[in-house]
């Protein structure tokens, strides 16, 4: 089978450099530079026009954070009751508690339909557990029918952004994709083609719908799902995904637990919220929903395979659950200073930018290279907590998951258990925490020390010697006073000591 896809599966945790090495090539390849900042400045401007016609969006963004909360708090209840809409209106819910399960049952149940092929909506939950390559291992070809996504499997690429995988490809270079690839998957290019928007539109469109007229499966994530009636909501721009979700006669949905919302009236605020934030559209062009089977319409089997997958670890974490409450909209990416210089890829996950910088360290725990440098790619500018529509605050979980880095080491899983194993870097900084710990709990050795920093500050070096070089380098020293403060209180206020 030619064309293999290269995806980024979450667990086992990836072998991939830490973000800073990943990152550099990135940060000086000026086409990528370029292609980045022009997408993202773009869809960022729109985003501002959309959310600032609407008046109530403060109060929009307040709901979506408390419903989220709500149904996170009380996500056993609605769980079940998702089950059992489900399993009322016809389809069959199976529970994947990591991506090797649930991607055995996703085999299984494409096996037992006799099919080889399936077609796709774009779905992160599939990419996450890396769906592709463990149907590919099983002799089933999987053909993403998303544009982007399209351009992401035939370039034998990784996707680099939520809602546009492929915004690291300019109209050249998609088209080169296209001339040179098509033909390897099915109908080839037309002849002559061009980097019109149009021309390209034209040849993918042409190339998909043979797909769409011949697979007899779809495989689909969801955007949300309803747990009084089990309905299931995509979202989309194209039209394919109507097609996957209509044509085929079995249709299996990947989603991630999290994604449930309890009732319809709740799915009223993301509707507004969700494409304003992401594509800047006052709505969407394709919102599809589908509850369980019908004899008259659409699949005859309808599978839901629900993936936990890390969420219920990230759950208990009293401050990195807010992730969890993430739709994807993807405007966080779109104005942060870091990913519009390093690209997607740096982030080693299917998830990059602010919301990949704290949801994959808790998804895969922080065991590996990668996950343990995520928490530091940021400036915390806090541009991300600004504009995301369900007002998670990304730096400051950034900064309680640089904590655990530093402070807990490692968490990772162990089977179905997540273990805290003991930090085996950043031994100079937990030693002067230490110290410092040390020095605010004895006043006196403090003022001692003070004073003794004060009468020898002309001879303090300005940069700091070994590992600390590099941190210097970059920082103003701050000058150590003539007279430590407490001295000068004591002289100033007729010998007061302001100490307790
Ligand atoms: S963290 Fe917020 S802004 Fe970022 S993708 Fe998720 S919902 Fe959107």
Not at 21 to 29: I, Q, R, S, T
Not at 71 to 87: F, I, K, M, P
Request: hydrophobic share 35%; glycine share 8%; aromatic share 6%.
């Amino acid at each position: 089978m030619s064309g293999t896809f290269v995806g980024m599966p979450v667990f086992p945790p990836p072998t991939h450099p830490a973000f800073p090495k990943a990152a550099h090539d990135a940060v000086n390849n000026q086409t990528l530079r370029g292609n980045l900042r022009h997408a993202t400045h773009t869809i960022r401007a729109k985003r501002e026009k959309a959310v600032t016609e609407v008046s109530d969006w403060a109060e929009l963004r307040e709901a979506g954070k408390r419903i989220k909360d709500h149904t996170l708090r009380h996500l056993d209840r609605y769980l079940v009751q998702l089950e059992e809409s489900v399993t009322a209106a016809g389809g069959t819910v199976h529970w994947a508690c990591d991506a090797d399960e649930a991607n055995r049952i996703v085999t299984r149940l494409v096996k037992e339909t006799g099919e080889s092929e399936v077609v796709k909506v774009k779905s992160m939950a599939t990419q996450e557990i890396g769906l592709n390559e463990a149907l590919e291992e099983e002799g089933i070809r999987a053909y993403e029918t998303d544009l982007a996504e399209l351009i992401v499997q035939l370039g034998k690429d990784r996707p680099s952004h939520i809602l546009v995988p492929a915004i690291h490809r300019n109209r050249g270079e998609i088209r080169d994709i296209f001339a040179r690839e098509m033909s390897e998957w099915g109908r080839p290019a037309p002849d002559g083609l061009t980097d019109t928007p149009a021309e390209l539109a034209d040849a993918a469109r042409l190339h998909l719908r043979e797909k769409f007229l011949r697979a007899k499966v779809g495989v689909s994530g969801a955007n949300f799902m309803i747990a009084e009636t089990g309905t299931l909501v995509v979202v989309e721009s194209e039209g394919n995904g109507r097609m996957c979700l209509t044509l085929p006669e079995t249709l299996i949905s990947v989603v991630g637990i999290e994604k449930i919302l309890p009732t319809w009236q709740d799915l009223e605020v993301f509707l507004q919220t969700l494409p304003r934030s992401s594509t800047a559209e006052r709505m969407n062009p394709y919102t599809s929903m589908w509850t369980g089977t019908s004899d008259e319409d659409g699949p005859r089997a309808f599978h839901l395979v629900l993936i936990d997958n890390g969420r219920t670890d990230t759950l208990a974490d009293e401050v990195g659950r807010q992730a969890l409450r993430c739709i994807r909209c993807s405007a966080c990416l779109n104005v942060c200073p870091v990913y519009e210089r390093a690209g997607g890829h740096a982030y080693g996950s299917v998830y990059p930018g602010p919301i990949g910088a704290i949801l994959s360290p808790q998804l895969r725990g922080t065991a590996s290279e990668i996950d343990a440098s995520l928490p530091y790619a940021s400036s915390l500018c806090g541009a991300c907590y600004e504009v995301c529509p369900v007002a998670i605050d990304i730096p400051e979980v950034l900064v309680h998951l640089r904590e655990r880095v530093v402070q807990g080491g490692p968490v990772v899983r162990e089977g179905n258990k997540v273990v805290l194993k003991p930090a085996k870097g950043h031994a100079a900084e937990r030693a002067a925490m230490r110290a410092a710990r040390w020095a605010f709990a004895h006043p006196g050795a403090l003022r001692t020390g003070q004073r003794l920093a004060s009468r020898t500050r002309r001879l303090h070096p300005r940069t700091l010697p070994g590992p600390g070089k590099a941190w210097s380098g970059t920082r103003e020293l701050p000058q150590v006073p003539a007279e430590p403060f407490r001295d000068w209180w004591q002289r100033t206020n007729g010998g007061k000591d302001g100490a307790k």
